[in-house]
C-alpha cells in the first residue's frame, strides 16, 4: 500500500512533549516578537520509510530536530494522515497534515511513472497550518502555517514494479508564524 511510502516525510516526535523539561523550556528566548508575522522556511527530509525524519527551520526562526506522524493523541500514525510533530531543540508544535496526505496519495495512484525502470517521482504542493495550541517552549502561542511542497523519488523492484528499493523525501516550503 502506498501509504506508508512517505512515512518519514510525515513522521517526526509523537514523544517530543517529553523531550523538552520545564526548566529548558522557560530557558529558550522567544523567537517571534509576540503578535509579529515572520517569514519562516522549513526543509525535512528523509531516505527511508521509518517513522522519524529530520527537520529545520531556517530564516525567521533557526531550529532543528526530528519530525513524527502522529495522531491529535500523540501516538504514531503510520499512515500519515493526521499530524506532524515537530521536536525542535527550543521547543515543538504541530502540523495539520492531512490535505497534504490526500494529495500524495492521489498521485500514488499512478506510480510508477516509468514502468521500465520501475521508478517515478512524485510532487505536490499544499497549505499547511500549525495546530492550534500545539506549540511548546520557544512555540507557545506559535500561529500561521506553510506552503509545503513535497517531492518522493522512489525506485522499486523489478519486473513487477513492487517492493520499495530506495527513497528520498523532502518537503520544502515558506511559511509564516506568530507567537504570543
Not at 525535512?44 to 519530525?67: E, R
Request: with cysteine; proline share 5%; glycine share 12%.
Amino acid at each position: 500500500m502506498r501509504i506508508t511510502r512517505f512515512v518519514p516525510v510525515f513522521v517526526a516526535a509523537a514523544a517530543v512533549g517529553g523531550l523538552l523539561t520545564g526548566d529548558l523550556a522557560s530557558a529558550a528566548a522567544p523567537l517571534v516578537t509576540p503578535a509579529a508575522r515572520t517569514a519562516v522556511h522549513l526543509t525535512d527530509y528523509s531516505d527511508n520509510d521509518g517513522s522519524t525524519s529530520t527537520v529545520i527551520l531556517a530564516d525567521g526562526i533557526g531550529d532543528y530536530g526530528k519530525a513524527t506522524s502522529v495522531h491529535p493523541d500523540g501516538t504514531v500514525d503510520p499512515e500519515h494522515s493526521s499530524q506532524l510533530d515537530l521536536a525542535l531543540t527550543q521547543g515543538s508544535f504541530r502540523l495539520d497534515i492531512g490535505g497534504l496526505h490526500q494529495k500524495i496519495i492521489d498521485a500514488f495512484a499512478d506510480f510508477p511513472a516509468n514502468k521500465k525502470t520501475c521508478s517515478g517521482t512524485v510532487n505536490v504542493t499544499g497549505w499547511t497550518p500549525i495546530v492550534a495550541g500545539s506549540g511548546t517552549g520557544a512555540y507557545r502561542g506559535i500561529r500561521g502555517g506553510f506552503t509545503l511542497a513535497v517531492a518522493i523519488d522512489e525506485v522499486d523492484q523489478k519486473p513487477a514494479c513492487t517492493g520499495l528499493l530506495n527513497q528520498t523525501i523532502v518537503i520544502s516550503g515558506p511559511g509564516s508564524v506568530s507567537t504570543g
